[in-house]
């Protein structure tokens, strides 16, 4: 497992940054974290990496954004999804396995339906206003 600990927005998108310079076609990353934990956040910064210009902003409402750069980027939030069979209906299956990236938020809802290769970050805010972030599963190499 990495483990870093950001102190601030900046420092969290940075870090998505180098998370997202190390990806390759058909990682998904499975988010896990509470509200407001920095999960768009930390996307914003991988969209950065993947040289995305358009504003990244959470899809809670509208579930799953595309993103066009040097792969595409799948951004879902399943937060409001009843569980697994609600996500299967989407028909995620050719973003999941498809040619660019997949960042899930609110993964914890949908674990069983994602491959044993998915990357897991967990995100846990600190009361000193810090964040914990935790990646398991990670085969990308140094995230420097």
Request: charged share 25%.
């Amino acid at each position: 497992m990495l483990t870093f600990t950001t102190k601030s927005a900046e420092e969290t998108i940075e870090l998505g940054r180098k998370i997202g310079s190390r990806l390759k076609k058909g990682d998904i990353i499975a988010m896990q974290g509470t509200l407001a934990a920095g999960k768009t956040t930390i996307t914003k910064g991988i969209a950065q990496a993947l040289d995305i210009n358009e504003t990244i902003t959470s899809p809670t409402f509208c579930l799953i954004s595309e993103y066009s750069g040097k792969m595409p980027l799948y951004h879902m939030d399943v937060y409001r999804l009843e569980g697994t069979e609600d996500f299967i209906n989407l028909g995620t299956d050719d973003m999941l396995y498809g040619d660019g990236v997949t960042v899930i938020e609110w993964s914890e809802k949908i674990m069983d339906e994602l491959p044993e290769n998915t990357i897991i970050l967990r995100i846990t805010p600190k009361d000193d206003g810090s964040r914990l972030i935790e990646i398991d599963n990670w085969q990308n190499g140094p995230v420097e």
